[in-house]
């Protein structure tokens, strides 16, 4: 049964990626600021709570007796997220799709490579060593 769910989330999550931009045909007329803000509400703040209060029992409570440092990171991370939500949306309107994802993308698989042992205090560890070097080399 976990398989089919598996398999099932999947192509929910699939569905949703592949048709986001489906609403935004719609308002053409508006300017890019107003339908990303839209966009971003429903999507960062109603959608959210509504599937978390659906999905998860005694989300409220579980929210409240969590560590405060825990949540403060949380949303910094998730301001992050939304940061890089934003400049993907900028660039897709100034580059193109096919600049634009080109660049976004070389960006996330340079900051994924080396914002985390930068971070984890292990940068050294990568380029001293064999596959660390294989990794930086691309």
Do not use: N
Not at 28 to 35: A, Q, V
Not at 65 to 73: A, H, K, N, V, Y
Not at 113 to 132: A, E, N
């Amino acid at each position: 049964m976990a398989v089919f769910w598996g398999v099932m989330l999947h192509a929910l999550g699939g569905f949703a990626s592949g048709s986001f931009y489906l609403p935004y045909k719609q308002v053409k007329s508006w300017s890019w600021e107003s339908y990303w803000l839209v966009g971003g509400i429903f999507s960062w703040v109603i959608a959210p709570w509504v599937l978390g209060l659906l999905t998860v029992p005694h989300l409220t409570q579980i929210l409240r007796e969590t560590p405060m440092d825990t949540l403060l990171w949380t949303y910094f991370w998730g301001v992050l997220w939304g940061f890089g939500g934003l400049t993907f949306g900028l660039s897709m309107r100034y580059l193109g799709l096919s600049l634009g994802m080109a660049v976004v993308l070389g960006l996330c698989a340079v900051f994924g490579t080396l914002v985390p042992p930068i971070w984890l205090g292990q940068f050294g560890t990568l380029v001293s060593t064999t596959s660390g070097q294989f990794i930086m080399a691309g």
